[in-house]
Every structure is written in structure tokens, then in C-alpha cells.
């Protein structure tokens, strides 16, 4: 009977433990490719920066705002390092390395396609639009304050994105990415962090996500039996 108790209780930390896993996605590491991002200014609306190391949200940069665009593609899928289908989503952190400490930011879901080769001021009609068609008018993260002062600091800044896959993974957003946008007008102390494009990888963005696959009806069944099997022997016991 004990033999048939060990077994069970080891069936029941096995199948709670060892589908976790752990994902992680940052530009040119372990050969992932998908992450874009660039900052829009309003300074030079025509221009297209999706090759800069840094981006910068500011509610004035010389007078002038910048918004920054953001995402991660080739996230979920049946290829290796992919989220696959069944696994749900555990936690989810976004990193980024501030070099400049600012006001804040606006975290919003873009809902409109973008490229960081042709994202421009312009494209978007004037920055963009929280309209409910290029972006949702209503931000999921709000960081900092709509002031002057430096509320983000300098530094490692991690971020809990754990909705925001799951969003994505549900099909509630089509997977465009995110529109960090400052507070308006008042969030004129710009923070700026390494882009995609930043020449140490290690600073680059990146996204990691926890996630547990959902158990066959069949490995169920067999957890069932074995917390009937410690009950049974619990209750005969008392």
C-alpha cells in the first residue's frame, strides 16, 4: 500500500511540474529574428528611424513628441523556442534597460499593422491614433506621471506582460505589438531605452514567458486515481 502512495503522490508533482517551461525572445539571441521597434517624431514626421539603438518617448523632445512602437512576431507556433498550442501562459515579463530616467510611459495594444522600415510620424496621420483603430484607447500599463520628473529610472526595468500574451494568445489583439506613448502634456522628461537594434544583445528588449501545458484527458484520469487513492488511505486512517 505505501509502495502505491509514493507512486501516487509522485504522479501528482509530476504532472503539476514537468510541462513548465520557459521562453524567451530577444533580438539575434538563440537565432530569434522577430522583434521590431522604432521611435516616431513628430520633429521629423517623414522620417523612418527603425535603425536607431535607442528609442525615446517624450511628451517634448525640443518641443516636439515622440511615440515608440513595439513588438515581438513569431511568438506562437509549433516551431522550436515557439509558444505551442495548448501551453497556457503562466507569466510573461518585458526587460528593458533605461538610459534615460523620464516622466512615463502609456502602454496601449496596436490593432493597426505597422513596419519598423516605414513607421513614420506621417503614416500614422499624426502619431498614433488611441482611436480604437491604430491603437486601443485604453492604455494596460501606465507607468510614472504625467509631470516633469524623473519617475522611471535608470536601469533594469522589468515589466509584468502576463495579459498582454494572453491577449495575444486568445486572438483579443491581432499580435501587432504595443504603442508606448508619454503622458500628454505635462511628460516632458523623455525615457529613453536600447532598441532592438542595440549593439550589446544583452540590452536589447526582451520578452519571457512562463508558460504549462494543459494535460490529456488521459494523464487526468490518472490524477484523479491518485488523489483518490491518498484520500481513501487518509480516510481509513482517521
Known sequence: ??????????????????????????????????????TMYSSYP?????YQQELSVDASDSGSPNHV??????????????????????SATLTLEITSAGSGILFHDMLMDWNSASATWNSFGDGVQTDGIQA?????????????????????????FTDALRRMQAGSVPGYG??????????TNGVD???????????RPLLTVEVAAVPEPGTWAMLAAGLGLIGAVARRRA
Open 193 to 203: 531605452f536600447y532598441s532592438a537594434e542595440g549593439y550589446d544583445l544583452s540590452t
Open 1 to 38: 500500500m505505501m509502495k502505491n502512495i509514493l507512486i501516487a503522490l509522485a504522479l501528482v508533482t509530476t504532472t503539476a511540474t514537468a510541462s513548465a517551461a520557459t521562453y524567451t525572445f530577444q533580438q539575434d539571441v538563440d537565432g530569434y529574428q522577430g522583434a521590431m521597434d522604432v
Open 46 to 50: 517623414d522620417s523612418s528611424n527603425g
Open 178 to 187: 504595443w504603442a508606448l506613448l508619454p503622458f500628454m502634456p505635462n511628460g
Open 136 to 160: 486601443a484607447a485604453t492604455p494596460f500599463l501606465v507607468l510614472g506621471a504625467d509631470n516633469g520628473d524623473s519617475n522611471i529610472e535608470s536601469g533594469t526595468l522589468v515589466l509584468d
Open 69 to 90: 512602437l513595439l513588438r515581438f512576431d513569431e511568438l506562437f507556433g509549433a516551431g522550436a523556442g515557439q509558444i505551442k498550442a495548448g501551453e497556457q501562459i503562466v
